[in-house]
């Protein structure tokens, strides 16, 4: 006998409009919050956006944010940051900390003279001290990689935009693009808050929720298309709600899975790839929220033609007005 996990009813009746001003109205709210918070408070840009270098450091030792600083500010490199990582996968002799320096004025890159300075200075304080990694952006480079970086996600916005055009109505496109810049917002939204660092990790995460999102929210759409053909009297917000229901087992079960796999990389993966997996979790939970709660709304506003399936005479015979 063969064993089914369901995590929602097959047949579901829930109206997802019911307390509309909330879900959609709140949303609203929070991709405003999340612009004003990036202007006003900014984003915590990783050396790929400012330029400078990023030193790693291991010890056998406790780390002691304090004194590594003390021991690096004669050395008058301007702005450095210093901070311990965590990681539940460290051994307990292994602690570990991140060292950025800002870009030096007239050079692409900390010299090599510096580094030893700096690995001098630090291991004055902790003679165990090793640097297994240093990174190095120039500042020009790390200006070219921001628009580069703001154009591939306007890019894939816009070629998405364009395929639920073609695909649906143009009714459709505008609510999957309000979903996309729902999500979008909402997670760079969060980066700001929290000053988590935002790099070009990031970026792809960015890019990876974007194709995440629009394929929940294609599901729904195309589910929504068939019902207007099928039930052609049937107001726009019930068939929009049914809709929905019809996806539920099939977006919960999907969502569930995929945070699965993500939250164990959150645990167990490392620091090295923890902001991309907690802007990939954070941006799964909101890009279900949106496919529910958002894109539908949208089409429900705008309204689409209740023609669809309606056939027309022609001299080839009969076709379907929509969907040729």
Known sequence: MAFR???????????????????????????????????????NFGIDFKGGTTIRTESTSP????????????????????????????????????????????????????????????????????????????????????????????????????????????????????????????????????????????????????GYSINDTVVVFDRLRENLIKYKTTPLRDLCNLSVNETLSRTVMTSGTTLMALTALLVFGGDVIRGFVFAMTWGVIVGTYSSVYVAKNVVLILGVKRDWGKKEDGPAGTQFAAGK
Request: proline letters at 4%; one cysteine or more; glycine letters at 8%.
């Open 63 to 210: 780390v002691d944010v304090g004194a590594y600083r003390a021991a690096v500010q004669p050395l008058g490199l301007g702005d450095v940051l210093i901070s311990q990582v965590y990681d539940p996968t460290f051994r307990e002799d292994q602690h570990v900390a991140m060292v950025r320096i800002q870009a030096q004025e007239g050079d692409e890159a900390i010299t090599p003279e510096i580094i030893g300075k700096v690995e001098t200075a630090l291991k004055g304080v902790d003679p165990s001290i090793t640097f297994p990694s240093v990174e190095s952006v120039g500042p020009k480079v790390s200006g070219e990689l921001i628009w580069t970086a703001v154009l591939s996600v306007l890019a894939g916005v816009a070629a998405i935009c364009f395929y639920i055009w073609l695909r649906f109505e143009w009714q459709f496109a505008v609510g999957a693009v309000v979903a996309l810049v729902h999500d979008i917002g909402l997670t760079i939204g969060i980066f700001s808050l929290f000053q988590l660092k935002f790099d070009l990790t990031i970026i792809a995460a960015l890019l990876t929720i974007l």
């Open 5 to 43: 996990l369901k995590l929602v009813p097959e047949t579901t009746n829930i109206d997802f409009f019911r307390w509309a001003s909330v879900t959609f109205g709140g949303s609203v709210l929070l991709v405003i919050a999340s612009i004003i918070l990036s202007v006003v408070m900014g984003l």
